[in-house]
Nanobody
């Protein structure tokens, strides 16, 4: 059974830090691109960060560059999101995503249940 389970969400003050973890099981983790998405109330789901299957390349949405770092440990089947200098606008439910192309027209895509991050005084 495929599972993606997020850990590390919570309440933090502006300027603080959180480290999210996503533990994967039930699929070949090292073959998948891993990403973090987030969705704030009343807003569309947003891609925050992506890391390639081997961890060699990363991409970030402009608003988090320099503050967030995505990483992975394939031996532990885990992807991380280190979030520093947090702002109230970072408040959202954060979702872990795994993706790998299956055919020219379809992909394998898996989602975690999400973890709440709240940045507030």
């Amino acid at each position: 059974q495929v599972q993606l389970v997020e850990f590390g969400g919570g309440l933090v003050q502006p300027g603080g830090s959180l480290r999210l973890s996503c533990a994967a099981s039930g699929f070949t983790f090292s073959s998948y691109t891993m990403s973090w998405y987030r969705q704030a109330p009343g807003k569309e789901r947003e891609l925050v960060a992506t890391i390639t299957s081997g961890g060699g390349r990363t991409n970030y949405v402009e608003s988090v560059k320099g503050r967030f770092t995505i990483s992975r440990d394939n031996s532990k089947y885990t992807v991380y999101l280190q979030m520093n200098s947090l702002k109230p606008e970072d408040t959202a439910v954060y979702y872990c995503n795994a993706e790998r192309r299956r055919t020219i027209i379809e992909k394998y895509t898996y989602w975690g249940q999400g973890t709440q991050v709240t940045v507030s005084s």
